[in-house]
Structures are given as C-alpha cells and as structure tokens.
C-alpha cells in the first residue's frame, strides 16, 4: 500500500468562506462559514440552498470565494490574503457530485482511470484492479455508466475520485435515492478504505437519517452560516418527541411504563411493554402509571457472556441473540430480551466473545444512555 | 468532369480547414465569458443571412492587387489572389463557416458542465477535458461540423462566382458548370451534371442521418442539423 496514503491520521482540512450568494429565484446571502474536518466522515447538514455546495466547490477549486483560507495540514490550497488560489487540477481532493458525473462514453475501468494518467500502464491497472474491488465492482470494469444500476454507479463514482488517493474526500449527496439497506452497505465499504487512510470526509447531506447513519461529527448549517457542531444527537438536540427519536437514529425505541420514581436518585423504573424487563432510566416528567417511551442508541449497549457483577451500570438484562448481520466494520446484533434490542459491535468483539445466534447474552445500559422521550 | 472533381477538392479542402479552425473558435464560443462575445457570434453567423454576393463581393475586394489581403498574398507568392484556386477556398471557408461552427457550439455547450468540473477535479488540464471529455461527447456535432461544410461548398455559386470568375480547371465549380450549359441550352450536359450533384447531396445527408441514428443510440444524444429542432 501507497506510504503516503497510509499516514495514521491524515491532515485535518480546515476551511474558512467568504462569498456573496447570488441566485436566481432567491434572495442573495453572505456564506460565511469556517469548518475543520479531521479524519474520517464529518457531515454538512442542512436543508437545501444552505450554500453546502458552494462549499465544497470552494474546497475543491470549482468556486473562487471572495475571501478566506483552505489549507490540507499545511498544505495551502487557497488563501486570499496571500494571493494564492491552487487549481482543482493540483489541489488533490476527490469529489463525488450528487449527479455523480460519470463519463457516459467511457467503461467503468475507464472512468475509474481516468485520474491515474501521470502512472505508468501496469501501475495504473493495479491501482484501477485494487479500488475495483475494495468496492465490490470489479465485475463491471467493461460497462458503461449507462448500463449499471444506480448503486453500482456510486461505487464506480466513489472508485473514481479515491483511486488516485486524494487528501480529502468530498461527497455532495451522493447516495440520495438509494434505499437504506444499499446505502448503508456503500458506507460500509469508504469506511473500511479509509480505515487504513483516515482522510477528512466531508459528507454534505439534508437528509436526517443520513446524519444519524453515518456521522461522528455534524456541522449544521442554514442560510450560509453554521448552526451548531458536535455529534448527531448534540446537533439534532437531544431526542424530546418520538418523531426526532425516530429521525435521530436511536436505533432503539421502546415502550413501558413507569412503575417507580426515585427522585432522589434522580431517576425512574421503567417497565417495557409486554415483558417482566424493567430498566432504569433518567428521571422525567411522569408519575406511575404513565406511559412513555425510551430511546437507546445500538452503540451505547454493552453485550457480556456470563452475568456481570460489581457494575456502576444499572440495567444488566438477560436475553438471547436472535440475528447477527455483520456490515463492514459493524456487527448488528438482535438481542431478545422479552422486548427486541439492537446493539451494534465491532467484528473483533463478536470473535471473541464468539458470538452466535442462540447464545446466552447479557446487555449492559448506563443509566444515562437511556434517552426519555414524550409521546 | 473537370469541374466535378475541382469541387470535390474545393470542398474537401474547406470541410478541412474548417474543421481545423472550427475546433478552438467553437471552443471558445461556447465557454468563453469574454462580454463581447456577442460580436464575434454575430459575424460568425453573418453568411447565413448576407446574400452571397455581398460577402463575394467584400472578400473580391480584400483580395483585389489594392486590398490587404491581396497586397499580402502579392507579398509572398508574387501573383493576385482573385481569381485562384486559394482564393476561392478562403472565399469558400469565409461562407461555410457558421455551418461547420454552429454545430460544434451546440454541441460543446450541450456537453454536462459537471462532466467538467469532475475532470478537472480529477488532475486533468483544458486539453485533456477536450480531447478526452468534450470532443468524444460532440462526435455528432463534429460529423454534422463536417458534412454541411462540405455539402454546403460542393453547392454553392454566387460566391465562386464573385471571387473565382470561371476559369476551366481553377474556379470552375459544378455549380457555374451546369450554370454556363444551361446559359448556352446545352440541358443535357446541365441534366447530367445536376444528377451527379443530386446523387452526390442525398448520398450524403443519408449517410449522416444513418450516422446519426447509430451514434445517438450509443452516446444517448442526435446530431445538431440546422434543421431540426433541438
């Protein structure tokens, strides 16, 4: 594997923006945003003419802002006090449009060699044969764009702008109008690449779901300006109706009622619905008997084999896995505990543990990973 | 027959020539964002609406032993340019030229712009985006470029006329040929010429719309044709 694409941690991008907005149709405004993103996927999220675009042609070079600075690490691609404006041609960031922009007249091993013209031929038809396959299309090296499904055209897409090893990755809504099963499936796939690569992924999306499926870090943004930045649920604020819960990714959304309060543990016993399974959870604006519902993130559950003890958690549930499915560098587990949990492992975890259908679990929840929220 | 292959030559030379010179004006047309564009777009497509003996008439002038270009031609060849075989292919590329440049604006401009972007994107400087992107995606425009060039030449009269007179073996077109039989009432030579010509267009413009149907199946797009609606 190439040296240089194989740095631990790549360089952060950072990029400051400055422009005037004029479009047709609607009113002009100031984009004015600075963002870092550090190695791996870092979302832009907002609604549609927020300007996310335009910031991503900034990065790449397709857009000349009227002020600010764009550097990789130390590398400068654009600053305007310094008079310097790198072309795209230079600037070495991969970028997959929503339209994805595909050559039509060219076979998928063509347009995937597309950027390697400097490299000599063998060298050239490795690298085309090594990106091929780590996204699962190699098959179609003789197609035509025309002549593929959408997914398959993605990953060609995405094989395209990484093959040449980019400094960064910039993916504008590339996976809109794919269902989610295929989506999370390519995801999977850039995450294992750049596992071993760790470049910045800047992620533009206005979808929701897409911020929760994907994101470590999102950067809200609307109307040029940033809104917030953090994680999903910090951005998309913590979880207050069902719907957001929904919309927020909380793999796990559960119904019960409250059948003790303890203020002053600062928390309540919740029991779920059509089971004897009774969790702890945050103290909130309920008395017995009302109905409420418990929003639980796959990756805040911890999975044990024998009964743990001398724990702080406070809800330890006993239950069977029922399916193991694994993606990428993700294992989605089911477990039945009476009521149904998703908890997301890692590939190494389930090995060792050595996991199956049918064994004997017991789940692990924090108190606070338990999320209350209203009808 | 003379006059036959001396118009096959006059217009092979000018679909050459203006192929080689259509490529970067098009170009160029089609992505510049210079302001005066307008004007240039104006006189490329002036001999489409000038009568033929306007701009023969200009271009005699010019190349006329008191016109620049004339005085110039003098300069290096040391005889006039009126009247000569060179003459009537300048005359000739001069009139042809919105038929070869039109199609190659459209074409350009009907290339996707994120096509572009991405190759340049991807490291690829202008002329790699040409040769690599834009021209494979123009190829109908290209064959349209070419074939009006050369039909639109093999056809033409008030301009030869104008500027290469009619002399046997150097300016004599098929046109001016059938021209001087049928002044002269010989209609069987006229009938036989004007046949070869009608054989030698609808040859041709078949050839292109069976071109056409092939490409535009492959690449998804049709030919430009001045013609037809885009």
Redesign the interface.
Known sequence: MDTVGSELNAAMLTARVKMERLRAGSPPFLLDIAVKVPSGITILFGPSGAGKSTVLDCIAGLARPDAGRIAVGEGVLFDSQAGVNCPPQARRIAYVFQTLALFPHMSAEENVAYGLDGLPREQRAARVEEILIAFRVEKLRTRRPAEISGGERQRIALARSLVAQPRVLLLDEPLTGLDANLKAAIIDDLRVWNAARRIPILYVTHSREEVDALGERVIAMDRGRMVSEGTPMEVLEAPRRKRLAQTAGFENLLSGTVVDLREADGVMRVRLNESVCEIEVPLGFAVVGDRVHVAIRAGDILLATSQPHGLSARNVIEGRIVAMETRGTLVRTRVNCGVEFIVHLTPGAARTLELAVGVRVWLVLKTHSCHLVEE | MDALLLSLRLALSVSAILLAGGLPLAYWLAYSNWRGKFLLEAVVALPLVLPPTVLGFYVLLAMGPRGPLGKLWQLFFGHGMAFTFEGLVLASVLYSLPFAVQPLIASFESV?R??L?????????RL?TFW??IL??SIPGVVTALVLSFAHTLGEFGVVLMVGGNLEGVTRTVSIDIYDHVQSLQYAEANRMALVLLAISFAVLSAVYAVNRQVGRQ??RRLWTPWAAN
Request: net charge positive; glycine share 16%.
């Open positions: 996707d994120k096509l972007d991405a190759s340049a994107v991807l490291g690829a400087g790699r690599r992107v494979p995606l690449i998804g």
